[in-house]
């Protein structure tokens, strides 16, 4: 079985503050507060035009911006919600062509195979049009990737790690330290590492999973997600705007529940079980777990037809390979990859799509 990528050190490339220009350093997660570089962050960024890039499917990427703004509020000059996919980084890569002169924070981003060469050909374009690059970020990067990225970068954070989401590492290096931003980076925290939450704060974030994930089956997801953002950088996540899109979640989700349950399958490899299901719009970590407590299975395995993308979970058992291994990514126990279009009504399409993601577990388990 694959090991856990949990627990590894963090990389940093600081060619901003420090005089080892080009040094990856690896350091423990815990240690970055002690850094203390928020001062010299802070002081950096006052005076500067700032655009952030984050990811648009999760409170994580929301999250991480909306520190930003909460932090530097009049310096905004424009945000780009983006996922890891090819086609929508190849549309960053246009839509963000123009910006110069400012501070473009990046965060929540991973890379893989398939987004690399045109990540780097965006990094170097923003160098050349005079921009600070800084990418904060906790995703598995192999080390190749990161001396090639991180060349082209001021500042970076990255790989996977038992303590960091996005939304904590911007925090610690950018922001002002507040009771209400702390309240907030511990719940996207709970969340984004799947750790036990209670009461009313797991009800809130699992609320901002799913308004999130309305706002990106809809139209003019970037425009809410921006809207949204305006209103979690001031700490407010209960109002009407927020209200209407958990409502119009719950409303799909019913039907599609009783498709995801219909569609249920499971297969076992070596002594996994996998339970794979289809259906359409649900929240990703939804589905995932739904699928797992209604099977007892290891991985779940779930195809938003919407999107043609499988989404993983795992309880114990490592799924981000299986992910990789189809040009996805993610974390060790939530990640996703996107597939052919499947016609999910048709019970043929489904089974040949079980049979390849069961050939694939053999190769990966
Ligand atoms: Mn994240």
Redesign the pocket.
């Known amino acids: 079985m694959a090991k856990l990528g949990r627990n590894k050190l963090i990389y940093i490339a600081d060619n901003l503050f420090s005089s080892r220009r080009n040094k990856i350093m690896k350091i423990r997660p815990e240690k970055l507060k002690a850094l203390n570089l928020f001062p010299k962050f802070h002081s950096l960024l006052e005076n500067k035009k700032i655009n952030c890039i984050t990811?648009m499917k999760?409170f994580?990427?929301i999250g991480?911006a909306s520190i930003v703004e909460s932090n530097y509020r009049k310096n905004i000059n424009a945000m780009f919600f983006t996922d890891y996919r090819k086609q929508e980084i190849a549309d960053l890569v246009e839509k963000t062509k123009m910006l110069n002169n400012s501070a473009i924070i990046i965060s929540?981003i991973g890379i893989n195979k398939d987004s690399l060469s045109g990540i780097l050909s965006m990094l170097r374009n923003f160098k050349r049009n005079n921009n600070i690059v800084i990418w904060l970020d906790?995703?598995e990067w192999d080390i190749g990737s990161v001396r090639k990225i991180a060349k082209t970068l001021d500042f970076l954070v990255c790989n996977e790690n038992e303590i960091n989401?996005?939304?904590n590492i911007v925090y610690t290096l950018l922001g002002k330290k507040t009771k209400k931003a702390e309240k907030l980076v511990h719940m996207v925290m709970l969340g984004?590492l799947h750790k036990q939450a209670k009461g009313i704060t797991e009800k809130i974030i699992q609320k901002m999973g799913y308004v999130i994930s309305q706002i990106c089956f809809q139209k003019n997801t970037a425009e809410n997600l921006r809207e949204l953002v305006g209103y979690v950088s001031d700490y407010k996540l209960e109002n009407g705007f927020i209200n209407k899109l958990y409502e119009n979640y719950l409303k799909d989700a019913k039907m599609n529940t009783i498709l995801l349950r219909k569609n249920m399958a499971e297969f076992i490899v070596k002594n996994k079980k996998f339970a794979v299901s289809f259906s359409k719009n649900l929240q990703s970590s939804f589905a995932g777990y739904f699928l797992l407590d209604h099977t007892g299975a290891d991985v779940s395995i779930f195809y938003n037809s919407s999107t043609s993308t499988f989404h993983l979970r795992g309880r114990n058992t490592e799924c981000a390979s299986f992910a990789k291994y189809f040009h996805g990514g993610g974390?060790p126990f939530a990640a996703a990859f996107e597939y052919q279009k499947i016609n999910i009504t048709k019970k043929v399409e489904r089974e040949n799509a079980i049979k390849a993601l069961e050939n694939a577990a053999k190769k990966i388990y």
Do not use: K, R, V
């Open positions: 990811h999760d994580d990427g991480s929540d906790h995703h989401c996005a939304t984004d974390h």
